[in-house]
T-cell receptor, first 113, second 113 residues
């Protein structure tokens, strides 16, 4: 089964600083990859998804961007962080079927101060 | 707009006290309903997928059921290790050959010894 490596586990960054979160997947090839954000009191919000290398779809307008330079690598970035970017960021993957379950990484708790 | 509502927001049970968590949804073209378990500071872990009304799935002390309007996660004789946040997600057709996955805010379950 799939294993998702996500790091760092926690991150504290000042407003205006850049961000790079990395996610790598093992145990599958050509997965669909996702970045979610989970804020306190809110459901999981889909930020980006990718069905292949270099293919990125954004679900909401925001201060963040995503890239997929390799089949099993997904990166979440920002040039200048905002206070509102604070939250719990989760990388997830699925095998590609429209009804396939998601496997999640362990998440990154980002605090922007 | 597709909506997924989970209730209650929080539930405290004594060990051995059975109960149910509710997930009600308003979507057209349901593709599947998913239950996940999330421990504090961790990513969600897949539990069940339900596809059609009347379907039931079981795993240890958990049983998930589905009707046309809602799903229940029944917990029989819970133990302290069942304490977690339980998330419900609904996948529905969103047009142009694509599907959207919408998460509820979760129910935080605490099982007291």
């Amino acid at each position: 089964s799939q294993t998702i490596h996500q790091w760092p586990a926690t991150l504290v960054q000042p407003v205006g600083s850049p961000l790079s979160l990395e996610c790598t997947v093992e145990g599958t090839s050509n997965p669909n990859l996702y970045w979610y954000r989970q804020a306190a009191g809110r459901g999981l919000q889909l930020l980006f998804y990718s069905v292949g290398i270099g293919q990125i779809s954004s679900e909401v307008p925001q201060n963040l961007s995503a890239s997929r330079p390799q089949d099993r690598q997904f990166i979440l970035s920002s040039k200048k962080l905002l206070l509102s970017d604070s939250g719990f960021y989760l990388c997830a993957c699925s095998s590609g079927s429209t009804t396939e379950k998601l496997f999640f990484g362990s998440g990154t708790q980002l605090s922007v101060l | 707009e597709d909506q997924v509502t989970q209730s209650p927001e929080a539930l405290r049970l004594q060990e051995g006290e059975s109960s149910s968590l509710n997930c009600s949804y308003t979507v057209s073209g349901l593709r599947g309903l998913f239950w996940y378990r999330q421990d504090p500071g961790k990513g969600p872990e897949f539990l069940f997928t339900l596809y059609s009304a009347g379907e039931e799935k079981e795993k240890e002390r958990l049983k998930a059921t589905l009707t046309k309007k809602e799903s229940f996660l029944h917990i029989t004789a819970p133990k302290p290790e069942d304490s977690a946040t339980y998330l419900c997600a609904v996948q529905a057709y969103s047009g142009a050959g694509s599907y959207q996955l919408t998460f509820g805010k979760g129910t935080k379950l605490s099982v007291i010894p």
